[in-house]
């Protein structure tokens, strides 16, 4: 005789529903781990909605001006700044050696404005006048850096190598004079190749 399945958890409790009160928690709990966009803030109350909908069988588009309540309180008590956020993100970014380029079009798919980041690409430029860097420059090296190109790839692959370097440079985003300066550079002992 075959034995009965047990219920789990999902059939034996059913799907509270989508409250205010609930989007609040989401939101607070998500901005408590994340550093976030309002876009972003935005998708994840929608997603969270949309999933708890699919499991009640109730339509998502009801809830879409408690979320926007919800997001433009959380703007306007400073929880969520887009500026904020893409000053602090740019800074990882170039950090980790992202290039102009490429940190736009992964501010964008955050859901950041397009003003907003040549703004801040245009604070940093004025930034690195004033203190004699380049950012762009300092990004590159970072990037060849960290993935080990040019002048901090193995002395003796480095030169056969050399096309495939300038070529990872340029998918990244920076310029080829900028990718062949990087390159082409000598480093000191103790920031080139380490084995």
Do not use: W
Request: proline share 4%.
């Amino acid at each position: 005789m075959p034995r009965e399945a047990k219920p789990t958890l999902r059939e034996t409790k059913p799907t509270p529903p989508v409250t205010a009160a609930y989007l609040e928690r989401v939101a607070l709990q998500y901005l408590e781990r994340y550093s976030a966009s309002v876009a972003m803030l935005r998708q994840t109350m929608e997603r969270r909605v949309a999933k708890r909908c699919r499991l009640r069988g109730e339509d998502p588009a009801a809830f879409a001006e408690t979320i926007a309540a919800i997001v433009e309180r959380a703007r306007s008590s400073g929880l969520v700044d887009d500026a904020r956020f893409t000053a602090a993100r740019a800074a990882t970014l170039r950090r980790r050696g992202a290039s102009a380029r490429g940190l736009s079009a992964k501010l964008a798919a955050k859901g950041v404005d397009r003003t907003l980041i040549a703004e801040t690409l245009e604070t940093e430029r004025d930034r690195g006048e004033e203190q004699g860097t380049n950012a762009e420059e300092d990004a590159a090296r970072a990037y060849a850096k960290r993935r080990r190109l040019g002048p901090f790839r193995r002395p003796d692959l480095r030169a056969a190598h050399r096309d495939k370097d300038l070529a990872s440079l340029a998918r990244a985003g920076f310029s080829y004079g900028l990718a062949k300066t990087i390159v082409d550079e000598e480093v000191t002992a103790e920031e080139g190749f380490h084995r």
